[in-house]
């Protein structure tokens, strides 16, 4: 089909879509839209075939497109059929992951964008904040606390990290916006293999210890802030911590580093 320019002679070719196109533009709208939920079973092959009025090689070229958008589950075999599912988070991070990689993101730059989104969800948690949000922040916090009091000797810095960036997920999460919280799970395997790196990289146990000591006095006044109903008070101190984290965590070639470093 060839749709003419307005205005001028040239023309651009517009490809009709392929009829499994529109079968996967139809059941994926069904299932976007609830109509179809996870975990129901579509009609079988035979059915669907007659719905749509297809041959069955369309129809499974249509499922395939599904199926790699983790909308469905084909079961092949005598027992086979096909399940709705939903996509899971760490599909979309390992593509946004190779995306990142593959244009030479640098981590300082992924970075940047946390000191950006982050301290706004800090601020959006102190306003919407109830019982259970500011539970879930003094929760994080006290196993960090405990962690810190078992001393450096015993110290697995790893599991420490794992809490610190626990409880950005929390901000994040409880922020009540969920795109926040669905770009934060998606950069969350950068960011944790990123710490993880600056952590083993340090040298020197006890400065890792007054990082994290310091780190745990932030959360503190955070939570505080936050019970307080105190927005404005909270986007800054998160401001200020990810600004002081920022140049402990990209210290040396660490920030010029790209993400793919990560993964060699």
């Known amino acids: 089909m060839e749709l003419a320019g ?24 069904n299932i976007v839209r609830g109509v179809l939920k996870k975990g129901d079973a579509l009609p079988t092959e035979v059915e669907l075939v007659r719905q749509f009025g297809v041959s069955r090689p369309t129809l499974r070229e249509a499922f395939r497109i599904l199926e790699s958008e983790s909308l469905i589950v084909v079961r092949r075999g005598s027992r086979g059929g096909v399940l709705v599912s939903s996509p899971e988070t760490a599909v979309a991070a390992r593509d ?42 003094r929760s994080t916090a006290s196993t960090l606390a405990a962690l810190i009091d078992d001393g450096p000797e015993q110290a697995d810095f790893g599991e420490w990290t794992a809490v610190v960036f626990r409880f950005h ?40 210890v007054k990082q994290f000591k310091q780190t745990l006095r932030t959360f503190e006044k955070f939570i505080a802030l936050v019970e307080d109903g105190d927005a404005a008070g909270a986007r800054e101190l998160w401001t200020a ?21 990560l993964y060699r």
Do not use: C
């Open 96 to 137: 946004f992951g190779l995306l990142l990689q593959m244009s030479k993101t640098t981590l300082a730059d992924v970075y940047e964008a946390r000191k950006v989104f982050e301290p706004a969800a800090a601020e959006l948690l102190a306003k919407r904040a109830g019982p259970d949000d500011i539970a879930e922040l």
């Open 241 to 261: 911590h990810m600004n002081r984290a920022g140049r402990q965590m990209l210290w040396g070639e660490l920030g010029n580093e790209t993400v793919i470093d």
């Open 6 to 29: 307005r205005g001028d002679r040239s023309s651009k070719l517009v490809r009709a879509p392929k009829t499994a196109e529109l079968i996967a533009d139809h059941l994926r709208s």
């Open 169 to 208: 997920d929390v901000i994040l999460d409880r922020s009540g916006n969920n795109t926040m919280a669905l770009v934060g799970a998606v950069l969350r395997e950068v960011i944790t293999k990123h710490m993880d790196r600056a952590v083993t990289s340090a040298t020197d146990p006890v400065a890792i």
